[in-house]
């Protein structure tokens, strides 16, 4: 056995991913001895009584891998990642089986048990590796606010590009852009981070749902969210567009709205 071989830790990135806290804790990992550090991302549950595509949930989970892999310090030499089936407890029990991991975090709310119980000192249990939970009671990042904006369409508009530029300046913020699409075409994703890019604007980005609001819906379901900003756009289908009251009701989150079409008239 080598003892100088570094430490397995897998990342189980689940539905809340306290940035600050993970990298913290991979840190003083590292400080104690050499790790590498493998994520593994989960999809969500589609939201009960939508129809959620399955490319649309896969989308958005590689966004919520690449804002994981991003947190890890860079004093971490190796770290990779990949995206799996629905479940945070067969995520771990399947990563276990697979890596042979040292450790294992899990970001996120493992599912309460039936009957009562430690539901951390049962997975460790089964998965047989030192097992630690962050971010079950996290409603913020510390210090820097999860916005969820939500296009009018596969590529962000000017007028939600611009407030979302405004919005960077406020105060710090993790920004995620969900973009409703029937397609998922790479080349429509490319798009979406041009646009974003040629903006100035750092974000990760995803192809959602056609529908804004079930976009919404599930984006709050998949990650943590402290705030949505969705665009209206008139071109937009009745029933594929944004509704900012509705969203609001659906999730208990503030909603801001900005129209696209203000500055369409205003350039013509």
Not at 76 to 96: E, K, N, T
Not at 99 to 113: F, H
Not at 242 to 257: C, F, K, M, S, Y
Request: aromatic residues 2%.
């Amino acid at each position: 056995m080598n003892v100088h071989a570094a430490r397995h830790v897998v990342v189980i990135a689940g539905d809340r991913v306290p940035a600050s806290d993970l990298a913290s804790a991979l840190t003083c990992r590292a400080e104690v001895g050499s790790i590498r550090v493998t994520v593994v991302c989960p999809v969500s549950e589609p939201a009960r009584g939508f129809v959620v595509y399955e490319d649309s949930r896969r989308d958005a989970a590689r966004a919520r891998l690449e804002l994981v892999l991003d947190v890890v310090p860079g004093t971490i030499s190796s770290a990779a990642g990949y995206v799996v089936g629905p479940g945070v407890r067969s995520a771990v029990l399947d990563a276990c089986a697979q890596l042979s991991p040292d450790e294992v975090i899990v970001c996120g709310r493992l599912p309460r048990r039936p009957f009562g119980g430690d539901a951390t000192q049962l997975l460790q249990r089964e998965a047989g590796v030192p097992l630690t939970v962050i971010g079950e009671d996290t409603q913020a990042t510390r210090g820097v606010r999860c916005v969820l904006a939500v296009a009018s369409g596969s590529v962000p508009g000017d007028a939600l590009l611009a407030r979302l530029s405004v919005r960077a300046r406020i105060s710090p913020a993790q920004i995620t852009i969900a973009c409703p699409t029937e397609g998922h075409h790479p080349r429509l994703l490319d798009a979406a981070r041009r646009a974003i890019r040629e903006a100035g604007i750092e974000a990760h980005v995803y192809l959602a749902h056609p529908n804004a609001c079930v976009a919404a819906l599930h984006a709050v379901q998949e990650r943590h969210v402290d705030e949505i900003l969705v665009a209206v756009d008139a071109r937009t289908p009745r029933r594929r567009r944004a509704r900012p009251e509705w969203i609001t009701r659906a999730t208990g989150l503030p909603v801001d709205a900005v129209f696209e079409e203000v500055l369409l008239q205003e350039a013509a």
